[in-house]
């Protein structure tokens, strides 16, 4: 079966950095995605992760470890509209095969 | 990326009933998908549409409540059958394919069981 874990919430200032982690537990992993999801709104694409290391991408950057099931997602320099959901994605499977399974998503709230 | 749209965007349909949920791309893909989301909850897959061949449905989730049909590479559709109002969620389609491994979501169906 499929496990994934991330914080259900977390609270920032505006300017700040945070770190969203996910950690999973998959069979037939392959990759994995980041989406953000404003409330009302339908998930967009933030990053995808399919070798360890850092994929930085302006002011987010995803983090990914294959040997412990670990991820990261790294919000520089937030502003209010970063405030959202943040949805850690495995992808299982490869070709016409792969899909993924969503984490419980991490909503973040920004303040002043 | 490509620009998915779907219709209905909502609906509010009376149990027993049946809504066929339309997803349309605007460029060929391989891999669709339909999602459930569920007020407050994240998404879950119902099943995988690739076109010239069955779907793929996910546990829990069987063809005769929820009938998929992908004719061609651009177009797909998910209806929700003899609807009850546990069925009342989103519903949205993702594309995966042509050249990116990016897997993009259409605006969604908001569906409302009474």
């Known amino acids: 079966g499929q496990n994934i874990d991330q914080p259900t919430e977390m609270t920032a200032t505006e300017g700040a950095i945070v770190q969203i982690n996910c950690t999973y537990q998959?069979?037939?992993?392959?990759?994995l995605f980041w989406y953000q999801q404003h409330a009302g709104e339908a998930p967009t694409f933030l990053s995808y992760?399919?070798?360890?290391g850092l994929e930085e991408k302006g002011r987010f950057s995803s983090f990914l470890s294959r040997s412990k099931g670990y991820s990261y997602l790294l919000l520089k320099e937030l502003q209010m509209k970063d405030s959202a959901s943040y949805l850690c994605?495995?992808?299982?499977?490869?070709?016409?095969?792969?899909?993924?399974?969503f984490g419980t998503g991490t909503r973040l709230q920004v303040t002043l | 990326s490509a620009v998915i749209s779907q219709k209905p965007s909502r609906d509010i349909c009376q149990r027993g009933t049946s809504l066929t949920i339309q997803c349309q791309v605007d460029s060929q893909v391989t891999m669709m998908f339909w999602y459930r989301q569920q007020p407050g909850q994240s998404l879950t897959l119902i099943a995988t549409a690739n076109q010239g061949s069955e779907a793929t449905y996910e546990s829990g989730f069987v063809i005769d409540k929820f009938p998929i049909s992908r004719p061609n590479l651009t177009f797909s559709t998910l209806t929700v059958s003899n609807m009850s109002p546990e069925d009342s969620s989103i519903y949205l389609c993702s594309v995966q394919g042509g050249l990116s491994y990016e897997q993009y979501f259409g605006p969604g169906t908001r569906l409302t069981v009474t």
């Open positions: 994605a495995p992808e299982v499977g490869t070709g016409t095969a792969s899909k993924l399974t």
């Open positions: 992760n399919v070798l360890d």
């Open positions: 998959t069979s037939g992993f392959n990759g």
